[in-house]
């Protein structure tokens, strides 16, 4: 579909005639034709200003149809399903090193098993928003809230255990979600918690948090992460740092916010506690679709370049034109 944004800039057209109409009243105004192009008028004669003056006329209906602004809409495309808002906390303390996951066939540390199966989960959001948080010592915001869930992914898999120290601050890392779910009005405010320990750091203690999450309405699940079992094979006996999980905070977060806890212990485990999400926190239905549309504004503007560029040259053309004279 083809439309001007601005149509009204086709009421200038005459505008050329009306002055040209007052030129012998009002000279400040006077708009002659032949100059717009400023072709020689004094060898050509009438004819010669004729044609200069048709040029003038069309630049300038040219440049009408440029000021009106004309746009190309192409044919609808659906947008993605409009989606949830999901913050992503991931504990990047010291306990997160131990080794007693089980995925594909070999035992790997926790936090290896959370990138594993949490990128998956995050490429797998069509039209959903997501933001990650990591927290040690302190929390800090890696990502914002986008629907780029490959840098979401790409900045996952590139935190370090270590990266903001080796203690546990769930209530830093609660705290800071409700910080950013503030700034957004319209969301449905969802954070999933993983975390293998116990709240050791931090500014803000894990209860004032929660009560701050209450609050502002943002609904919270909790993952505790790690094996009931220390099958981390012979070499690796001896070296387990170990956690001390603390299911009952991480239940009480999850059950007053009207979220859920799980408890990750292996690969398939952590995946259905994923697939459980997708299920209690379903995509709305609602379908949008957007035109795409092109500005072809340049068209009528490349006209009259085109136009001048022609008569400049044709300018030249007569100027080189030998003249006919006597030696005699």
């Not at 398939?268 to 299920?279: H, M, N, V």
Request: proline share 4%; with cysteine.
């Amino acid at each position: 579909m083809f439309e001007f944004s601005w149509p009204w800039a086709f009421l200038l057209v005459p505008l050329p005639f009306i002055l040209l109409f007052l030129k012998s009243t009002v000279t400040r105004l006077t708009i002659k034709a032949p100059s717009l192009i400023g072709m020689p008028q004094s060898r050509y004669g009438a004819a010669k200003k004729a044609r200069v003056s048709l040029l003038g006329w069309l630049c300038w209906l040219c440049l009408c149809s440029a000021v009106a602004n004309p746009k190309y809409y192409g044919d609808p495309i659906s947008l993605p399903l409009e989606g949830r808002d999901l913050m992503l906390a991931v504990d990047l303390s010291g306990s997160m090193e131990e080794a007693d996951m089980a995925y594909q066939g070999q035992y790997i540390d926790r936090l290896s098993l959370v990138k594993a199966v949490l990128s998956e989960f995050i490429t797998a959001r069509k039209g959903d928003r997501l933001g990650l948080i990591l927290f040690g010592d302190t929390a800090f915001l890696q990502t914002p809230l986008t629907r780029d869930v490959t840098t979401v992914s790409q900045m996952l898999v590139e935190a370090q255990i270590g990266l903001v120290g080796k203690a546990t601050a769930i209530g830093d890392a609660l705290g800071l979600a409700v910080k950013r779910f503030k700034l957004k009005e319209d969301s449905n405010r969802i954070l999933i918690l993983l975390t293998d320990g116990q709240n050791t750091s931090g500014n803000l203690d894990p209860e004032e948090a929660l009560i701050l999450a209450k609050e502002e309405g943002i609904k919270v699940y909790t993952v505790g992460v790690g094996s009931n079992s220390s099958n981390r094979g012979f070499f690796s006996m001896g070296l387990s740092r170990g956690s001390s999980l603390d299911e009952t905070l991480l239940k009480k977060i999850a059950s007053e916010t009207g979220g859920k806890y799980f408890r990750a212990t292996d690969a398939q485990t952590l995946q259905s506690i994923y697939s459980e999400l997708d299920r209690l926190e379903p995509l709305e239905d609602d379908q949008q679709t957007f035109r795409p549309q092109s500005a072809l504004f340049y068209y009528p503007l490349g006209v009259i370049i085109l136009l001048i560029c022609l008569s400049l040259l044709w300018q030249i053309a007569l100027a080189l034109r030998p003249e006919e004279t006597s030696h005699d």
